[in-house]
């Protein structure tokens, strides 16, 4: 079993930060725990926007706390997110997620992250090692 609390997470090796400071993520499961996705609770800062393509990773996410938006750049669709929203980028969606409020965030990746991934140029994180 698996037993993790966030207050060992934050300030660890498995507390991740954006270079441009836009956001802070807590890795709480990794490619290394064995379960075959990664569990992360992100925070987006407030008045950020940043733009992600996880096209080598498909992402679920709820918002516990904050509000913001996502928006496809695909076809300029806007989403609204607030407590209680759900979004999963099961296309691989290249998006801007941008906060109003700092945001509070339940992240899911598959394949699982292995800890230390940060945005590259495109905004996403390097394929899974094989």
Aim: aromatic share 10%.
């Amino acid at each position: 079993m698996i037993v993790r609390h966030i207050d060992k997470i934050t300030g660890s090796e498995r507390e991740v930060h954006a270079a441009n400071g836009n956001w802070t993520s807590r890795r709480m499961l990794l490619a290394s725990d064995g379960m075959g996705f990664s569990f992360h609770e992100t925070l987006i800062y407030e008045g950020t926007e940043t733009l992600i393509w996880y096209k080598n990773h498909l992402e679920a996410v709820y918002c516990i706390e904050g509000e913001g938006e996502i928006e496809t750049t695909e076809d300029r669709r806007i989403y609204p997110i607030r407590p209680g929203t759900m979004y999963a980028l099961n296309k691989n969606d290249r998006h801007y997620l941008r906060a109003s409020k700092t945001m509070r965030l339940i992240c899911v990746f598959n394949p699982p992250l292995t800890g230390r991934e940060t945005h590259d140029r495109d905004g996403s994180y390097p394929p899974a090692a094989s």
